[in-house]
């Protein structure tokens, strides 16, 4: 389905997404460069499918690595310490 088919009022600006995400729009920036939130470039507007986004943030955030206090202690269990 070409890109332009769609409403445009189904997009939110990425002002709006990052609100939604309650992350500042400086790391909602580094999620879409490091290409962890699919997005569509048309002239310099950012556009943002919802049901994309959704899924992304899904997919991306059970992949978070654990935090520091836990990878030393497994770090501990498989050296056999």
């Known amino acids: 389905m070409p890109l332009l088919s769609w409403p445009p009022s189904c997009f939110p600006a990425k002002e ?3 609100k939604e995400c309650s992350v500042s729009e400086r790391t909602f920036a ?9 997005f569509y470039k048309v ?6 499918k919802p049901s994309e986004l ?15 206090r836990m ?11």
């Open 54 to 68: 959704q899924e992304d943030l899904t997919k991306f955030r059970r992949q978070r690595m654990p935090k520091r």
């Open 30 to 38: 580094d999620w879409r460069a490091a290409g962890k939130v699919r």
């Open 16 to 18: 709006r997404a990052a």
């Open 71 to 81: 990878r030393r202690l497994n770090g501990r269990l498989e050296s056999g310490s």
């Open 43 to 48: 002239g310099r507007r950012v556009l943002i």
